[in-house]
């Protein structure tokens, strides 16, 4: 769903719920972020998030295991750790039961790796499979990390390149020597961003959130946004994943991109002369994709250099300065 449609079908919620009357739900409706936030006590507060969709790759394991890493993200993203999960599931009658069950195993399998458990869930009939889940979180109510908070000097860190959209459709369309590039999708999607964040709240991060059906420059503009800055991002250093910039020139854009592009608007500057295959990504959604990171530029490197030692990869894409909340791409 874009941003604008989104925008208009959560006014019931937020003329039914004023934020005032609920001191302990420390992130919720009044500001865009990753995930709720409920204090329970002084020291202990829940994280509470909710995502499913359809499959995004033929195997059913590794279509639960991706749509089990990509919704945990969100916990990961507001500086938390995964405690359980329900599994959300929609399934046609006259499919294999033992195509559902491959499906709860590669979610169970990545839960498992997150070190949580999967409790229970809900299934219905529907005439396309859908899986996801809800995942609760724990987290200090003093250490929750918010979209907003990034400062004027700060350095933007990405902590997986971009691509995955793009790449989903080259394979799904059948695009010569797609494979290749099908399978970077995957190992990405199937990564979590546990470990990154772990690394991101040691170093005192000011603001951070996860890459997903809004791009990075969507996701990136919410951080302008909500920290009231300028976000400036380098188009030549985002990370692309293999391949993904050769089918976007060969025009395997997803409808989704184009509606980010469309509803963007003023929110997202490009400069003069950007490749626009390379614009196409900058807007391509991504499933279970990276953290973008915003953190004191001194911090930087070091953080940087801890992420790509234990991931394997961590990118310098940009800046955060003084102006009015844009995403500025150059």
């Known amino acids: ?14 003329q039914t719920f004023d934020a005032a009357d609920y001191p302990d739900l420390i992130v919720g409706l009044d500001s865009a972020d990753d995930a709720a936030v409920y204090r329970v006590s002084d020291d202990l507060a829940l994280i509470q998030t909710l995502d499913f969709f359809p499959p995004v790759v033929d195997d059913p394991y590794t279509y639960g295991a991706i749509a089990a ?29 033992e195509i559902l069950a491959e499906i709860f195993r590669g979610g169970a399998e990545k839960v498992r790796e997150a070190g949580g458990v999967i409790a229970g869930g809900h299934t219905i009939f529907d005439a396309e499979p859908k899986y996801g889940l809800s995942v609760t979180g724990m987290v200090h109510p003093d250490a929750v990390i918010r979209t907003g908070g990034a400062l004027p000097g700060d350095a933007l860190l990405l902590t997986k390149p971009i691509g995955t959209g793009i790449l989903l459709t080259a394979a799904q369309q059948h695009y010569e020597g797609s494979d290749a590039g099908f399978e970077a999708a995957v190992a990405s999607m199937l990564s979590l961003n546990r470990h990154p964040s772990h690394l991101a709240r040691a170093a005192g991060v000011h603001a951070m959130t996860d890459i997903t059906g809004f ?5 990136a503009s919410e951080v302008a946004v909500h ?31 184009n509606r980010n592009r469309e509803q963007l608007g003023d929110r997202v500057s490009l400069a003069d002369g950007l490749d626009d295959a390379l614009v196409q990504l900058l807007f391509d959604p991504q499933t279970s994709g990276g953290l973008l990171i915003a953190l004191p530029e001194a911090d930087a490197e070091p953080l940087r250099a801890a992420i790509e030692a234990e991931t394997g990869g961590c990118w310098r894409i940009g800046s955060v300065e003084d102006g009015p909340p844009l995403v500025a791409v150059r």
């Open 69 to 97: 890493a990509n919704a945990m993200s969100d916990v990961y993203a507001m500086g938390g750790e995964v405690r359980f999960a329900l599994n959300i599931a929609a399934f046609p009658e006259d499919l294999d039961p």
């Open 1 to 14: 769903m874009g941003l604008e449609t989104l925008a208009q079908v959560l006014r019931p919620l937020h």
């Open 227 to 257: 920290s009231n800055t300028r976000l400036v991002i380098e188009a030549s250093e985002v990370p692309l994943l293999t391949d993904s910039h050769r089918f976007a020139v060969a025009g395997a854009i997803t409808g989704g991109g």
């Open 215 to 219: 791009a990075l420059l969507g996701h």
